[in-house]
């Protein structure tokens, strides 16, 4: 069975410091992952997708994410962390039917 | 534009009561699914559909039930046999339900609450 692990509940950084935000993946199948992101109160925004084409994989606002066999890893950065950036991100892995098994979460606090 | 939309954003149900959340999109995608979302527990799958006419449970569908009568429309019903019914509900559609990789897109939620 495919799972994923996110590595801390909370995040907190200050405004213009790097942003990291870990997930493990557990896959016996070479594994399509996403991340999305939750402003309050409303829905899932994709950040990235990774579907093999590229490990190094860019996404909106900034982000990227590596995928890394050996570490079975999906850690999602950005350089320079902004207020607005601040939400709950999911790392995500692909199942059959298109059903999405999701992490537990990672809320990002952003200190001016 | 093209989304989805969920129905209404917030809810309020009295013990014993069954309630429907209204999830519909103009994708013209196939698939379409239901999680629930709770604090720290992240989401988790409750019904999905591949295609009109059909659909499958998930992970939590004891105390829920769905129906798909329409490729657009994929309304979720909580039941009185729902013992825990608050948290906030997401509808989310993919173009093919049976490809792996495929992007899901999601409404803006339903919050629900038992008074």
């Known amino acids: 069975a495919q799972s994923v692990t996110q590595l801390g509940s909370h995040v907190s950084v200050s405004e213009g410091a790097l942003v990291l935000l870990r997930c493990n993946y557990s896959?016996?199948?070479?594994?399509?992952l996403f991340w999305y992101v939750q402003y309050p109160n409303q829905g899932l925004q994709l950040l990235l997708k990774?579907?093999?084409?590229?490990?190094l994989v860019k996404g909106i606002n900034g982000f990227e994410a590596e995928f890394k066999k050996s570490e079975t890893s999906f850690h999602l950065t950005k350089p320079s962390a902004h207020m607005s950036d601040a939400a709950e991100y999911f790392c995500?892995?692909?199942?059959?039917?298109?059903?999405?098994?999701f992490g537990q979460g990672t809320e990002l606090s952003v200190k001016p | 534009d093209g989304g989805i939309t969920q129905s209404p954003k917030y809810l309020f149900r009295k013990e014993g009561q069954n309630v429907t959340l209204s999830c519909e999109q103009n994708?013209?995608?196939?698939?379409m699914y239901w999680y629930r979302q709770d604090p720290g527990q992240g989401l988790r799958l409750i019904y999905y559909?591949?295609?009109?006419?059909?659909?499958q449970k998930g992970d939590i569908a004891e105390g829920y039930s769905v129906s798909r009568e329409k490729k657009e429309s994929f309304p979720l019903t909580v039941t009185s046999a729902q013992k825990n019914p608050t948290a906030f509900y997401l509808c989310?559609?993919?173009?093919?339900?049976?490809?792996?990789?495929?992007?899901?897109?999601f409404g803006q939620g339903t919050r629900l609450t038992v008074v």
């Open positions: 989310a559609s993919t173009l093919q339900g049976g490809n792996l990789g495929t992007e899901a897109f």
């Open positions: 896959s016996s199948v070479p594994p399509y």
């Open positions: 990774y579907t093999s084409a590229a490990t």
């Open positions: 995500a892995v692909s199942d059959q039917g298109g059903k999405l098994i």
């Open positions: 994708l013209n995608h196939d698939a």
């Open positions: 559909s591949q295609i009109v006419n059909d659909f």
